[in-house]
């Protein structure tokens, strides 16, 4: 698996005054970004979640768009995101999962496999004290100082 340390940018906004600076944080290395993402492949084989209201990519944005009547009267409007998921229900969405699972009439052993590697990257992602250790494990420094 071979996890790493995520990198951070800046991107300067040159179209806001002052020009701040939007962090970018790279989290693809990480060890929870890697054992989510096997988890993902791990769900989709066994128990595909529905996608009712959730689109893939900008092709499954625009087919959706071409799918859909638009009357002359109608408006478009386009949402700016700001803090992506930073207050997911982690109680709720286990049981949401547990219940898909159930769906699909999985034998118990296999849902309750799934469900603990869920428990385990949910923990990795939302403990604090997991979180310090992670930060202190890959060296995360700011001024000196080990973010942990």
């Not at 769900?43 to 900008?58: D, E, H, S």
Request: net charge positive; hydrophobic share 35%; charged share 20%.
């Amino acid at each position: 698996m071979n996890p790493t340390a995520p990198t951070i940018k800046g991107l300067i906004k040159m179209h806001k005054p002052e020009h701040p600076i939007r962090p970018v944080i790279n989290w693809q290395g990480a060890l929870a970004y890697k054992l989510a993402r096997l988890f993902t492949q791990k769900i989709k084989q066994r128990a595909p979640l529905p996608r009712r209201n959730n689109v893939g990519n900008t092709k499954d944005v625009i087919k959706k768009l071409n799918d859909t009547l638009i009357l002359p009267h109608f408006t478009l409007v386009s949402l700016d995101i700001t803090n992506h998921y930073t207050n997911i229900p982690v109680a709720e969405t286990h049981n949401i999962v547990s219940s898909t699972l159930k769906e699909n009439l999985l034998d118990p052993q296999t849902q309750q496999e799934l469900l603990n590697w869920y428990d385990i990257i949910t923990q990795q992602t939302t403990s604090p004290t997991m979180m310090k250790s992670c930060y202190r494990e890959m060296g995360w420094q700011w001024a000196h100082q080990h973010l942990a």
